[in-house]
């Protein structure tokens, strides 16, 4: 039995971001004054291609020591292979037998946040800059809100653990404002330190694996894992790389460098045409006066020149 | 087809809002389809056809408030129709500029200014009837739309009161 994860499904065809919340474990539904623990992790920051995916799971500190470490091998996402990590991941969506409801690893919560490039790009890309919304703010906010999803499904958490790339006291500081009742460990490598934020790896990990093989428009296109260094991925850029539009804006990142890159230089000589923005002209040594003024002074402002 | 229309200007038909000599050839045959254009806040270094529109340019479902919005190389766009402020007489049109404009060396006002050069008269001949104009800003300035939807209103009201 094979079937799509519901956090995959959750966000298909869906240009816009979306979440997935799974039902909350009956032992953390029903149980009282039990200590819950929840892991935080993504997959998925450095790609020009496809979704950021962050993930939670979480658990009771009992389910993990006595149930998890000892009978699963949870480990950082880019430790194990993506056999495994499907194999893992199905066990706490997949019903043991076809029409139950009945999970193998049936303790442990889990939800996620697809962000999806068109909202990446969009967000580090708007105008003026000041206005800018940076990924690790969207990630902050992201994670945040998962968190929040879960205390509003009535789960007390007792202890976070959150994986990042960024600077971790100040991004602790920030969740501890935020959720002053809750316990927060921000660190690098969590995912190789806390067994729940290993889960979370996990469920991101193969939740966007996923979302990047459901991206292509036929079974035979290659697009590669979506990292820039990956020459499937470089190929795809060049093959798919249009004058005007560049490439479509579900599948592509177009805020990263690689991209402005690619649209600039012309490196693929797909003839691409050159748009300018406004923010090209912050940098410019003449003001917008004499950015506007034709190259004659006299010459009759037509509407031809005055666009051009 | 789409055309991409941002370098080329637009004239719209109607005396009352013409504020040059313009020769209208109204002897050639338009398409009888009518496009929308799309006044984007950026300049693209292209004038033609183009066949990426379809895939590409499509409105986002999410538009709300009478805004539209869309996506130009990862940028959000948000757009607001301009046709919106017009009466319904009023018809736009996609105009090419044919043959050489005739200027004038030198013109005196009543102030006794003297401009170097003035534009008398232009030939134009309609590309494409436009049915729709939206007019965009970026996402995060959405507040410049707003003020230049309400200086164009301004600005067709005087132009209403000088000349209507």
Redesign the interface.
Known sequence: MSILPPTVEASLDSIHTKTYYSKVPDEIANGSDIKVILGVDEAGRGPVMGPMVYGISYCTQRYQDEVLIPNYEFDDSKKLTDVVRRKLFAKMYEPITEGSDQVEIDGVGYATTAITPVDISSGMLRFPPSKNYNLNEQAHDVTMALIEGVVQRGVVLDHVYVDTVGPPNSYQKKLEERFPSIKFTVAKKADSLYCVVSVASVVAKVSRDILIEKLKRSSDEKTGSGYPSDPNTVAWLRDNQRPLFGWPNSMVRFSWQTCKTLLVEDKYKVGSIPIEWEEDYIVSKKNMSQQWTPATANDIITLDNWYN | MFW?I?????IIEGERYITMKIQFNSNINIENRGYTAHNV??????SGP?D?FE???IF?E?NTNDMYVN??????IVGQEINSVFDKEVNCYLMD?TGD?D?SESHNDKNGDSD????ESISLVPVAKILKVINYE????ESRLVEEMGKFEESLELNELIHG
Not at chain 2, 6 to 10: A, K, P, S, V
Not at chain 2, 71 to 76: I, Q
């Open positions: 991409i941002l370098n080329t200007g637009m806040p950026c300049k693209i270094r292209y183009s990426e895939d590409n340019f986002d999410d996506y130009l190389r990862g940028c959000k500029v404009m200027i170097n050069k003035k534009l970026r996402d995060g300035n």
